[in-house]
């Protein structure tokens, strides 16, 4: 074994030994610290400001251009926080470009993918153009017709019904218009796993003698959210915590599908996930992104399948209570179905022996003609959606679809051998592309030219490699884009891995 492949082990083994720990470990969110900032400021708010004012892009907006539809709910929840300090010349300018991009964006939400918008946009955009118009910023309704429709037939729904504890709607519920009495903290201390809903709640719950203590909880709840960002800058909070569940199910995946889950190096840290993995499939709701919130199809999947290749038999229930017509939903009442969610409650399926005629034909039909798989409304990158599903489709057989899937990653790779969504290569990117070319030689569909890409995209991803880096791209979407830092960071040490050790061995 070589100096290079024993430190990408141990990095990886320290990896997974942190896996779940307080809560997870996750990219600070613009929407949440400026909902903070606005509705339950720190009481130095200076370092957050700071930070808010520092993540603005040149062209005025909050967010990189590469996901469009994830940049005006982090646009506008920043301007309404900088706002409240327009007599600052900094903060004003801020303000006026952020605005002068919103303007210039509105156009783009007339007739929105239903696929591009991000989690409970169609809630929190409405909500925060009427809250921008409340405070005299004049923003133009119209443009956002259609997102206001679906909007407000999803808050109707919800107000018919008590909201429970860790459920989706609780999610968004700074954006629900509902009374501080509908909910109350969950077992993580915060609303609905979310800062932006913790911090609305809190807003009005301090206002209520009877809520102290629940108050107290909320905002123990917001300090250990900062401090899961690694910044320690109070306010400065993630979009979505804890992630205990998604570290859990997606990190061990991720080494099974490498081949890396049974590596001696790594099983005194694999075995007691695996271990605490067992135990919550064994509840029978199936695995939650987080510690308290409901379960979702994607993580249960990915914990079947981890669990059977460890010996573990799981009911295949668990999987099919997610059946919705020819697909499986992530959540009940979801407006559209995710491609990689569907992916891998699939790859949980066929882990157990079994399968799915109506997913396997859900996944087949959103392939592409150039043989891609495009972003999906939880990742902005066509690369991850790819990934997910080659990785279940070349199980089945399904060679014609998977060889269309490497053809695509010849014509879409980068000159200098990496690959990327955008303008540039990214190391998470390049990751995914060499793991579906891993696949593909697995299963014998590998040429030529996929083995000369494979060649410079490992490559590239070797020298741009940095020992404990984070992954600091930002591709996954809930609210807005974020980064599950050990999860990616998983991802790109394993894909290395794999294709270095395939050739020490050889």
């Not at 119209?142 to 407000?152: E, H, I, N």
């Not at 695996?274 to 992104?289: A, K, N, T, Y």
């Not at 998977?402 to 014509?411: D, E, P, S, T």
């Not at 990496?418 to 891993?438: C, D, H, K, N, P």
């Amino acid at each position: 074994m070589n100096d290079c492949i024993a430190a990408q082990l141990t990095e990886l083994r320290t990896l997974v030994n942190n896996l779940g720990k307080k809560g997870g470990h996750i990219s600070p969110s613009i929407y949440d610290t400026a909902q903070l900032l606005r509705l339950y400021p720190p009481e130095d708010s200076t370092p957050a400001l700071t930070w808010l004012l520092a993540q603005q892009q040149p062209d005025g907006g909050w967010e990189a251009p590469d996901a469009p539809y994830a940049r005006d709910v982090p646009t506008l929840a920043a301007v309404l926080a900088l706002h409240a300090h327009h007599a600052q010349p900094a903060m004003r300018a801020a303000v006026d470009a952020g605005l002068a991009f919103l303007r210039r964006q509105a156009e783009k939400w007339v007739d929105v993918p239903i696929d591009a918008l991000p989690i409970a946009a169609e809630v929190i955009l409405p909500y925060l153009v009427e809250e921008a118009n409340a405070l005299g910023i004049a923003l133009d309704r119209k443009p956002y017709a259609p997102l206001y429709a679906l909007g407000q037939s999803k808050v109707q729904r919800v107000r018919r019904r008590a909201l429970q504890l860790g459920t989706p709607p609780t999610h968004s519920w700074e954006a629900l218009g509902m009374p501080v009495s509908s909910v109350g903290p969950d077992h993580s201390g915060g609303i609905g796993h979310s800062p932006a809903a913790t911090a609305a709640w809190l807003r009005q719950a301090e206002q209520e003698p009877a809520l102290a203590e629940a108050c107290a909880t909320a905002r123990h709840y917001l300090a250990g959210a900062a401090h899961a960002t690694g910044l320690d800058l109070p306010g400065v909070v993630p979009n979505v915590w804890p992630v205990t569940g998604f570290e859990l199910a997606y990190a061990p995946y991720t080494l099974l599908v490498t081949g890396l889950l049974d590596h001696p190096a790594l099983q005194a840290a694999i075995q007691p996930l695996l271990d605490e993995l067992w135990i919550i499939m064994q509840r029978g709701h199936g695995v939650s992104f987080g510690e308290y919130f409901m379960a979702d199809v994607d993580d249960t999947g990915l914990a079947m399948a981890v669990l059977h290749a460890s010996g573990r038999q799981v009911n295949p229930s668990v999987v099919l209570q997610f059946r919705d017509g020819d697909h499986f939903c992530t959540f009940p009442h979801e407006l559209n179905p995710s491609v990689f969610a569907n992916a891998h409650a699939l790859y949980g399926l066929v882990a157990a022996g079994g399968r799915d005629a109506g997913a396997e034909r859900f996944l087949c039909n959103r392939q592409c003609a150039d043989g891609r798989w495009l972003a999906d409304k939880l990742h902005s990158s066509w690369l991850y959606t790819t990934l997910e599903v080659v990785l279940v489709l070349s199980r089945l057989g399904y060679q014609a679809e998977v060889q269309r899937a490497g053809a695509a990653l010849i014509q879409y790779q980068k000159a200098d051998g990496g690959w990327g969504s955008g303008q540039r290569a990214t190391r998470i990117e390049t990751s995914f592309a060499l793991i579906i070319f891993s696949v593909l030689r697995q299963y014998q569909l590998l040429d030529e030219a996929g083995y000369a890409a494979l060649a410079r995209g490992h490559a590239w991803l070797s020298q741009t490699y940095r020992p404990h880096a984070l992954a600091d791209d930002r591709f996954w979407l809930g609210k807005v884009p974020y980064t599950p830092y050990r999860v990616d960071r998983i991802y790109e040490i394993s894909a290395l891995l794999s294709i270095a050790m395939e050739r020490v061995l050889a």
